[in-house]
């Protein structure tokens, strides 16, 4: 019996056709048919399900050979040219899932509570506001609703 390169947790560059490699996590599936399960198959017919960082939650059961151990040094300047991104509509969320994956190297206990950003509406006391007044709380800053 063979042991498993990934684990339930891991940090990885994940590669889904179409798009680049994008930071993720090693996660159990949300949904059936193989609900709770980050991993299915054996062999070379092994598949990982993943959850991409900074990507609105997506996640992708991908082939072992679409995934690449997430690195400290990939989170750099200097990381591998394949780990880069150069269409610009992608560059912003790309280097957040960089900064979000470094983090979670930070923090391995609960990798999860990296998947999203958590943003958080202010309510006056008082009750309706103007839109002008409304805040969005994004990961402790604080910035206009309107922005």
């Given at each position: 019996?063979?042991?498993?390169p990934?684990?339930?947790?891991?940090?990885?560059?994940?590669?889904?056709?179409g798009y680049?490699w994008w930071?993720a996590v090693?996660?159990p599936?949300?949904a059936?048919?193989n609900?709770?399960?980050?991993q299915v198959?054996v062999?070379k017919?092994?598949r990982?399900?993943?959850t991409?960082?900074?990507?609105?939650?997506e996640?992708s059961?991908?082939?072992?050979?679409?995934?690449?151990?997430?690195?400290?040094?990939?989170?750099?300047?200097?990381?591998?040219k394949?780990?880069?991104?150069?269409?610009r509509?992608?560059?912003d969320?790309?280097?957040v899932?960089?900064?979000?994956?470094?983090?979670?190297?930070d923090?391995?206990?609960?990798?999860?509570?990296?998947?999203?950003r958590?943003v958080?509406?202010l309510?006056?006391?008082?009750?309706?506001?103007?839109?002008?007044d409304?805040?969005?709380?994004?990961?402790n800053?604080v910035?206009?609703?309107?922005?």
């Amino acid at each position: 019996m063979s042991v498993s390169p990934l684990r339930e947790g891991d940090v990885v560059w994940a590669h889904q056709k179409g798009y680049p490699w994008w930071p993720a996590v090693i996660s159990p599936s949300p949904a059936n048919p193989n609900q709770g399960q980050w991993q299915v198959g054996v062999g070379k017919k092994t598949r990982y399900h993943c959850t991409f960082l900074e990507w609105n939650r997506e996640r992708s059961w991908l082939e072992g050979t679409e995934y690449k151990k997430f690195k400290r040094e990939d989170g750099g300047e200097g990381r591998k040219k394949e780990y880069n991104v150069k269409r610009r509509e992608y560059k912003d969320s790309h280097l957040v899932a960089i900064e979000l994956a470094l983090q979670i190297l930070d923090d391995p206990s609960n990798p999860m509570k990296y998947l999203e950003r958590k943003v958080d509406v202010l309510i006056a006391e008082e009750g309706i506001l103007e839109a002008e007044d409304v805040c969005l709380v994004i990961e402790n800053e604080v910035v206009p609703a309107t922005e």
